[in-house]
C-alpha cells in the first residue's frame, strides 16, 4: 500500500464483493467524476439507475442458475509468495480477466445496448470488489470465508464478511456520508490514483494481506487496533475504488478518451 495515500485518510468461491453498502460508497464517488457524456449515457444504459444502484446487480444475479458462472469473476487467488507478473488467468475467468473484458465491450459502440447496459453493471462492480483486499485471496481459506472472527462489535462472522460489511459500518455513516467524508483524500490524490494500473489494484491488495490476518488465531478476536486499523483500510480503498471507477467508465465513454488496456 502506499504510504501517501494511507496517510492522507489517517489525518473465494462463495466470496462476496464490498457489502451493498461499499459499492453505493463507491459508486457516488464514481458517479460524481463522470464527464457529461459518460453520465448522460450511464443513465440511459442504466436505465434511469446513477452508479451507486447499478453496481449491486452482479450480487442479486449470481445465485441465478443462468448467472452462476460469473461467481469466480468477483475474486482472484494468488498464494503469499507469489509474483503478480507471473499470475495465470485460470480457464472460468477471475476478476481481472472481466474487468478488462467488460471496460472493452462498454466502450465497443457496436456492441448491442443490452451487452454494454451488463457491462456497465460489471464493471461498477467488479472495479469496486478488486479493492476489498480478500478478493485477492488465498485458495486455502477461500479468501477469509473459513475463517470466523469475533469483531467485539456484534455476533461472529467469517473474516471476509467482517471486511465486506461489518468494516464499513464500524462509522455508523449512512453511505451518503460516508462517501462525502473522503473528499478531501480523493482531491489530494485522485491524480495519481487514476493513473495506476489494474496490476496496481492487485497489488495493493494483496499487500494488505497482513494487516487482514493480523489477529490472534487462537481466540480469533479482534482488537481494538485491529478494528481501528481495518476502518481506515476501508476508507481509503473505497476511496480508491470510487476514483478509479469513475476513471474506467470516463475512459470508455468520453469522447475525447478509449477504453483502457
Same mark, same amino acid.
Given at each position: ?13 462463495? /466470496? ?13 464517488? /464514481? ?58 488467468? +485460470? ?93 478531501? /483524500? ?52 473505497? /476511496? ?18 478509449? +477504453?483502457?488496456?
Amino acid at each position: 500500500m502506499r504510504l501517501a495515500s494511507f496517510a492522507a485518510l489517517a489525518a473465494f468461491g462463495n /466470496a462476496y464483493g464490498y457489502g451493498a453498502d461499499g459499492h453505493r460508497i463507491a459508486g457516488l464517488i /464514481a458517479q460524481q467524476r463522470l464527464c457529461t457524456a459518460a453520465a448522460r449515457e450511464v443513465r440511459t444504459l442504466g436505465q434511469g439507475q446513477d452508479l451507486d444502484t447499478l453496481g449491486l446487480w452482479a450480487d442479486w444475479i449470481r445465485g441465478e442458475p443462468e448467472w452462476q458462472h460469473t461467481a469466480p469473476w468477483h475474486y482472484m487467488n494468488i498464494p503469499d509468495g507469489a509474483r503478480l507478473e507471473d499470475y495465470r488467468h +485460470p480457464p472460468e475467468g477471475d476478476i481481472l480477466w472481466a474487468i478488462k473484458r467488460y471496460a472493452a465491450t462498454l466502450a465497443d459502440r457496436q456492441e448491442s445496448h443490452a451487452e454494454r447496459r451488463d457491462a456497465l453493471r460489471f464493471l461498477a462492480h467488479f472495479v469496486v470488489d478488486l479493492h476489498q483486499p480478500l478478493h485477492v485471496g488465498r485458495e486455502s481459506d477461500r479468501g477469509g470465508n473459513m475463517i470466523d472472527v469475533d469483531p467485539a462489535t456484534g455476533e461472529p462472522v467469517n473474516l471476509h464478511r467482517f471486511w465486506d460489511t461489518e468494516a464499513i459500518e464500524l462509522t455508523g455513516l449512512p453511505p451518503e456520508e460516508y462517501a462525502r467524508g473522503l473528499s478531501e /483524500a480523493i482531491n489530494a490524490n485522485a491524480d495519481e490514483w487514476e493513473h495506476d494500473t489494474l496490476m496496481d489494484w492487485a497489488l495493493e491488495s494483496r499487500e494488505l494481506r497482513p494487516d487482514v490476518y493480523d489477529f490472534d488465531r487462537r481466540s480469533n478476536r479482534l482488537t481494538r487496533e485491529y478494528l481501528t486499523n481495518a476502518e481506515r483500510i476501508t476508507r481509503l480503498r473505497l /476511496a480508491q475504488a470510487g476514483v478509479r471507477l469513475g476513471a474506467e467508465i470516463n475512459r470508455a465513454l468520453c469522447a475525447s478518451s478509449g +477504453p483502457s488496456d
